[in-house]
């Protein structure tokens, strides 16, 4: 009998220390975020190796109505598309916007996703996200007279994914863009959270393990009442600010503008490459705070002294208040990139950039010492046979032309194989300097001396008058719901680097021959040649 008391007490004991445990390490942090939801996070070293501290954080975000000061005026006969003597409608009605789009697209493997396999996956993801937002409310006590989210067919993202192509994110003629950039800019949100590259760094303040330790970069996945997805990025800088020139690149601010305009860049160039993208008014209460189920999301919410409602990002991006977002005094603005398909549906493949950069304060990479690193990379796998190379000058163009130097990597379709096109994601560093052009951003250019025939026709009708790069921006942006997108001497910078780019080609032409430079894929000898298309050497 005495050691069966002993058995007892011993279980007792036992059970004792496991819920006192359970109670400490589980329970006890979470009653503590319930009650103290405003409590700063403590200090991360990162912090101190961040870049300056930004502007106050009241005055993160500019009034809506000062925010609409029309920077960007149309010059003497420039009006809106679609307008009486548009230069965008002559544009895109312009013969080389009326070529085919490279080989026919014949069957299943010229599409990025099997219709019925990608219905049959979004329907499970809508059922799945039902049953946890049902439990989630009944966790909460709370009574929801909110409907299942329904998946429709002809919902505009569903239709942007199903039309991916090995010639591009969409078609010249697809009526979808359109729609889905309004959907974007008018469905209310059902919920917002973090990307999932932050999630794998909450917390961590580990400096080694991040590329750039910036502390002022900031995005969240927004899902919109259709259930299409968005990644949201705020606006951290003026339309008007430049980039201080002591800033290094990996510490530049990430600018919400430059996402909207990326993207019309890209479509204006025939690239169609970046996401559909649109900016748009966020309440960060009803939009962001409201729907989102992540506490730590919830608990970096505050209001500013005065009296905006603003938030932050833990470690290892941001770490104090001075890095925080503010509405004006609920409403934000912001970026919204139509997502991609899931991973799961349609894998890719994120490759490093030949032209990477150092990022670290003083050193150098091959590229930059060696004006023959070209030679090295024609002679590895895959630049050396498919036109992968090719895809990397298309993409150090657009880069120069936005003056983007934080293409680290590149992604692109595994499905489409070697000459799949590049996807030009996140711009968020691009048009930060108008005055200055950095030239070694078109180091794969003049390194390589080579460039599509496709590309150059384009860039070449662009710099003359009648389609004027600049121009056709300004009257592009205009559709934005947050015009202007881009101060005047951003547009102008467009204009003088498109032909330091021309001028590149011209030298490469002379020095190597036009056979040389100039290259024809096969999917290109329909396209018109300089005299067909009317264009100036």
């Given at each position: ?74 010059g003497p006969g420039t009006e809106r598309r679609g ?332 499905k489409f194989g070697d000459d799949g096109f590049l996807i030009h994601l996140d711009n968020a560093r ?108």
């Amino acid at each position: 009998m005495p050691g069966l008391r002993r058995d007892r007490l011993l279980t007792l004991l036992l059970l004792g220390a496991l819920l006192s445990a359970d109670l400490y390490f589980h329970l006890w942090p979470q009653v503590r975020r319930r009650l103290r939801p405003r409590e700063h996070p403590r200090g991360c070293p990162c912090a101190r190796r961040a870049s300056p501290p930004a502007p106050d954080a009241a005055a993160a975000s500019p009034a809506p109505r000062a925010a609409a000061r029309n920077f960007s005026r149309a010059g003497p006969g420039t009006e809106r598309r679609g307008g009486r003597g548009s230069k965008l409608q002559a544009l895109f009605a312009h013969p080389l916007y009326r070529v085919p789009e490279g080989p026919p697209l014949l069957g299943p493997e010229d599409s990025l996703l099997a219709s019925q396999e990608a219905l049959r996956y979004y329907r499970r993801k809508v059922a799945r996200w039902n049953r946890r937002h049902k439990m989630y409310k009944e966790q909460l006590n709370l009574t929801s007279l909110d409907t299942p989210l329904q998946l429709r067919l002809e919902a505009s993202w569903v239709q942007f994914h199903l039309g991916i192509s090995r010639h591009g994110l969409y078609s010249r003629s697809s009526p979808v863009v359109s729609q889905l950039l309004q959907d974007m800019r008018r469905f209310p949100t059902i919920s917002a959270d973090y990307s999932q590259d932050e999630k794998a760094l909450l917390g961590a303040c580990d400096c080694t393990q991040i590329v750039k330790p910036s502390g002022v970069h900031l995005k969240l996945v927004l899902r919109f009442s259709d259930f299409g997805k968005a990644m949201f990025k705020p606006m951290r800088q003026q339309r008007d600010e430049e980039t201080p020139a002591d800033f290094f690149y990996f510490i530049d601010f990430q600018r919400h503008n430059a996402e909207i305009a990326a993207f019309h860049l890209d479509r204006i160039l025939d690239f169609r490459r970046v996401p559909p993208t649109v900016g748009r008014l966020v309440n960060v209460t009803k939009e962001i705070l409201e729907v989102t189920k992540n506490e730590i999301l919830q608990s970096v919410f505050f209001v500013s002294p005065a009296s905006n409602v603003c938030f932050f990002a833990k470690c290892p991006y941001m770490c104090k208040t001075e890095y925080a977002v503010c509405g004006n005094p609920h409403l934000l603005e912001g970026s919204l990139s139509a997502f991609l398909p899931s991973l799961n549906l349609a894998p890719r493949l994120s490759v490093p950039n030949p032209w990477i950069r150092s990022y670290s304060l003083a050193g150098k990479e091959e590229w930059e010492v060696n004006p023959l690193y070209c030679d090295t990379v024609k002679q590895i796998y895959p630049y050396n046979s498919s036109s992968r190379l090719l895809n990397i000058i298309d993409m150090a163009i657009f880069d120069f032309l936005i003056g983007n130097m934080d293409r680290h990597h590149y992604e692109m379709f595994t499905k489409f194989g070697d000459d799949g096109f590049l996807i030009h994601l996140d711009n968020a560093r691009g048009f930060g300097r108008h005055s200055q052009d950095e030239l070694s951003i078109l180091s794969p250019l003049s390194q390589c001396c080579r460039i599509k025939k496709k590309t150059l026709l384009h860039l070449q009708l662009l710099a003359q008058a009648d389609y004027r790069l600049s121009d056709v921006m300004r009257e592009s942006l205009l559709e934005d719901q947050l015009s202007p997108i881009l101060t005047e001497p951003h547009l102008l910078a467009l204009d003088r680097r498109l032909q330091i780019i021309l001028q590149t080609v011209e030298g490469c032409v002379e020095a190597h021959g036009e056979q040389s430079v100039i290259a024809t894929d096969p999917a290109e000898q329909s396209a018109p040649d300089s005299s067909q298309a009317n264009l100036t050497s």
